[in-house]
């Protein structure tokens, strides 16, 4: 067996060491104040003892950065007890775990002063008193601690499970009175969230800011005790660079009713990442932010109405082929060429132009000359909308060129807007 007792610096720093030590092993546990992890069925695919702890103390840029203190043994509790001689600056006996002093195990620890009045100082000198003088006068747990120590019975512990869905609460330093002065606790929620997502191998897609209402000194107006802020991205991602810089935007343009205490961030939605794929190409690899994530920052801060996308419809008329959606929500729709009829002009006009009409030819810079036979669209007819019944045409004009026009089917026409050939003319594109 092959043991790691890890001593995070700080108590908010046990959550996400214990999820980055789940990438590793799925045996971990929180004992007392370590984190401790059996290893010895992955050492192989981590490439020893030395590369296993190399890979999970290493700096990874995501927090907690600083490392903690660490020891390892063969059981959890050798490991504990060297840890705790470490952290008190004492040097570790020449025989482990048999000079390891009382008062680094856990079990024994209400009992030293009565055992080292009978000369019992090291684990050893515990092992070697008799088992059912040990069990009467100081009960069945500090036998069972011997026994683990020694491997003469299995150590059990509640082994840390990664939470479904992430969930975590921090209380502020201080009281917030603006939006952004919740990023600084927003950004460590989010190294947190960002441990587990490469734990859990997901990608967040959707995410919620909540903060609480100070409203102590708020007497007599009615708010609500939260407020929300939801952050989604167009693409799963663990990139905690692009997640800072899409919720300080946010936060920017927020309010808050009250000043705030606390703060909460969860994850709404996920899905499995596949991680990032490369390329061997150099101009594949190219440095920055990806298209989508600045597409994300630029909709927060100009507004989703003001960065639009033009997305393909399945229509037949030419000026309902395509709509203007914002980028963020736009679904990427693959551009068929084979579908895109060569007689569609260049240049399509926003909407049609009425031509005038001499007898019985319209005009557009003189008069017009058709050049194809009629090419006839009938559509829309479920909508009512009576101009989609029309007749297109190429046709030249000795002022504009080549233009694309049609006329309305005389069906269309009431009996006062046409007689016999007299129907309506209109121009909606011009050829380059």
């Given at each position: 067996m092959y043991w790691i007792a890890l001593s995070p610096t700080h108590d908010d720093d046990f959550t996400p060491w214990g999820w980055r030590a789940l990438q590793f092993t799925p045996r971990v546990a929180r004992v007392d104040e370590a984190i401790l992890l059996e290893a010895s069925a992955s050492l192989k695919l981590w490439g020893g003892r030395k590369g296993l702890r190399a890979r999970l103390l290493a700096d990874t840029g995501v927090e907690p950065a600083t490392a903690p203190d660490w020891a390892h043994g063969?059981?959890?509790?050798?490991?504990?007890?060297?840890?705790?001689?470490?952290?008190?600056?004492?040097?570790?006996?020449?025989?482990?775990?048999?000079?390891?002093?009382?008062?680094?195990?856990?079990?024994?620890?209400?009992?030293?002063?009565?055992?080292?009045?009978?000369?019992?100082?090291?684990?050893?000198?515990?092992?070697?008193?008799?088992?059912?003088?040990?069990?009467?006068?100081?009960?069945?747990?500090?036998?069972?601690?011997?026994?683990?120590?020694?491997?003469?019975?299995?150590?059990?512990?509640?082994?840390?499970?990664?939470?479904?869905?992430?969930?975590?609460?921090?209380?502020?330093?201080?009281?917030?009175?603006t939006a952004p002065e919740l990023m600084w606790s927003a950004q460590r929620l989010l190294t947190h969230l960002q441990v587990w997502l490469q734990a859990r191998n997901r990608g967040v897609v959707a995410l919620e800011l909540e903060w609480t209402?100070?409203?102590?000194?708020?007497?007599?107006?009615?708010?609500?005790?939260?407020?929300?802020?939801?952050?989604?991205?167009?693409?799963?991602?663990?990139?905690?660079t692009h997640l800072r810089r899409l919720v300080s935007e946010h936060l920017s343009r927020a309010n808050l009713s009250a000043p705030a205490s606390y703060l909460r961030l969860r994850s709404l939605e996920t899905m499995p990442f596949g991680g990032i794929s490369k390329s061997l190409l150099p101009e594949d690899n190219v440095k920055g932010e990806r298209l989508h994530q600045l597409i994300e920052r630029l909709s927060v801060r100009l507004g989703e109405d003001n960065v639009v996308v033009p997305v393909p419809q399945a229509d037949h008329r030419a000026e309902a082929m395509q709509q203007w959606k914002p980028a963020r929500h736009a679904t990427a729709t693959p551009f068929d060429a084979a579908a895109c009829d060569p007689i569609y002009p260049?240049?399509?006009?926003?909407?049609?132009?009425?031509?005038?009409?001499?007898?019985?030819?319209?005009?557009?810079?003189?008069?017009?000359?058709?050049?194809?036979?009629?090419?006839?669209?009938?559509?829309?007819?479920?909508?009512?909308?009576?101009?989609?019944?029309?007749?297109?045409?190429?046709?030249?004009?000795?002022a504009a060129g080549f233009v694309w026009i049609y006329r309305e089917r005389p069906q269309q026409l009431s009996d006062s807007e046409t007689s016999g050939k007299d129907y309506r003319w209109f121009l909606q594109g011009l050829y380059a």
């Open positions: 063969k059981t959890a509790r050798t490991a504990l007890g060297l840890l705790r001689l470490q952290r008190r600056g004492e040097a570790a006996p020449a025989k482990v775990p048999e000079g390891l002093p009382l008062d680094v195990l856990t079990e024994a620890v209400p009992h030293v002063p009565v055992l080292e009045r009978i000369g019992c100082r090291t684990w050893g000198d515990l092992q070697a008193l008799p088992r059912p003088g040990v069990a009467r006068r100081f009960g069945d747990a500090l036998l069972n601690a011997i026994d683990c120590v020694f491997g003469t019975k299995p150590e059990i512990y509640p082994w840390l499970q990664l939470p479904e869905d992430f969930d975590m609460n921090v209380e502020l330093m201080s009281l917030a009175t209402l100070d409203l102590r000194r708020l007497n007599g107006v009615k708010l609500p005790p939260c407020e929300q802020m939801v952050v989604r991205t167009a693409q799963p991602t663990q990139d905690i260049t240049w399509l006009l926003r909407e049609p132009l009425r031509l005038p009409v001499r007898q019985h030819v319209p005009h557009f810079g003189g008069p017009l000359r058709r050049l194809t036979r009629l090419h006839r669209v009938e559509t829309a007819w479920w909508t009512g909308d009576a101009s989609a019944l029309r007749d297109y045409f190429v046709a030249k004009s000795e």
